[in-house]
């Protein structure tokens, strides 16, 4: 049975409610927003009820996206021996307790988690409770290639899980049948016409409407490294007749050298950008770390790019970014080895070189996932109605 003018299955009488559990960091919260943009479109009478702490950036971004919010206590997973491992699990059992109440307020007939410590609760929340007989189906979505804590629990339990890549570290709670759907995306950057809304793109940061763009971003807080290779090298990229659109961060700055008399090239450093679309459509390639998000938009719009991947952690930016790579869309810097040295030799041969722009940007595109929140949405809803 489907709902009145939709697809989505009516459950008793009711239209289908899900549970999106993915907070903390934009990474969790953008790709599960993605999924309830597309769910939306799906049918539009569904119920989306996000999951979060009052700790996360979910508190502005979810509703800023128009979905109510629902506050569980913060579960985070120490990753050393502290006092803090021995408080665990009280904070485990308060958080769950607090998801099954909200599971039984909204009536939820799905729950699809991103990972992180807000999907934790809602994974260990989904069984059978005092109020519920049966359980809640849960459909579990791993960005990066190296799955986390929470999302091996899922994995364990869910009726389907999903992956980014290929190979995903989903594998290691034993699902070995992960299905390949790559990073929901948000429909502004899935629909993005860099070639129409170039000139508005550009008129918007003041670039010059002809020329080269280099865009450059190192996520909301900028990146050291990016920051000084690439303003150091920028009398050189200037003289190359290349622009540059540099997000560097609100708590950074930018030492530039003034512009030399007749340069036509800008150089536009701000401290944040908002409107990634438009920056994406101003720009010809970037210089970007390989956060799993970052990777998923940036080839989603087909943009060359210089992925400079975080030098610690464990490694996952760098894996984030070889499928990319692989297809020739991209190139992997070691945080090390970026300089502004290597600006001049291998950023601005490429800038001011049309052909080989092409190339990379049509590889890009091509080893994207441009429709991943429309599948997730689609398994969602068949999750459901099983």
């Known amino acids: 049975m489907t709902s009145s003018g939709g697809v989505g299955p009516d459950i008793g009488g009711r239209a289908l409610s899900v549970i999106v559990a993915g907070g903390g960091t934009a990474g969790h919260i953008e790709p599960a927003m993605a999924v309830a943009d597309a769910l939306r479109r799906l049918d539009p009478t569904i119920r989306i009820t996000a999951l979060g702490t009052e700790r996360g950036l979910e508190t502005t971004l979810v509703p800023e996206r128009g979905y109510p919010l629902e506050l569980i206590p913060p579960v985070p997973l120490p990753r050393k021996p502290t006092a803090d491992l021995l408080r665990l699990p009280g904070r485990v059992r308060a958080a769950v307790a607090r998801t099954r109440a909200v599971i039984d307020a909204v009536e939820a007939d799905v729950i699809v988690g991103f990972g992180g410590y807000v999907a934790l609760p809602a994974y260990l929340a989904a069984g059978r409770g005092l109020r519920r007989r049966r359980s809640v189906p849960v459909v579990v979505h791993e960005a990066n290639v190296k799955a986390g804590i929470a999302n091996k629990v899922g994995a364990r339990r869910a009726a389907r899980v999903l992956a980014a890549v290929a190979n995903s570290g989903v594998r290691a709670a034993g699902r070995s049948d992960a299905e390949v759907v790559g990073i929901p995306v948000r429909e502004s950057i899935t629909t993005l016409d860099r070639a129409g809304l170039r000139a508005e793109a550009r008129e918007h ?25 690439v303003s150091a090298a920028a009398p050189q990229l200037l003289a190359a007749g290349i622009s540059v659109l540099h997000a560097h961060g609100p708590k950074n700055t930018l030492q530039l050298a003034a512009p030399a008399p007749g340069d036509a090239a800008k150089y536009v450093a701000v401290p944040y950008v908002s409107r990634m679309d438009l920056a994406y459509a101003a720009a010809d390639a970037t210089v970007c770390r390989s956060g799993a998000m970052t990777v998923a938009e940036v080839s989603a719009v087909g943009l060359p790019a210089f992925y400079v991947p975080l030098p610690h952690g464990n490694g996952e930016q760098e894996l984030n970014a070889r499928p990319i790579v692989a297809q020739g869309g991209g190139t992997i810097v070691a945080d090390a080895e970026l300089t502004a040295k290597y600006v001049l030799d291998e950023v601005i041969p490429l800038l001011t070189d049309p052909e080989r722009l092409s190339r990379m940007s049509a590889a890009a595109a091509g080893a994207g996932h441009r ?16």
Do not use: C, K
């Open 205 to 229: 940061f003041g670039l010059p409407a002809d020329g080269p763009v280099l865009l450059v971003f190192g996520g909301s807080q900028g990146a050291r490294t990016l920051n000084e290779a």
């Open 371 to 386: 429709d991943a929140a429309d599948a997730v949405a689609r398994i969602v809803v068949e999750v459901a109605g099983r």
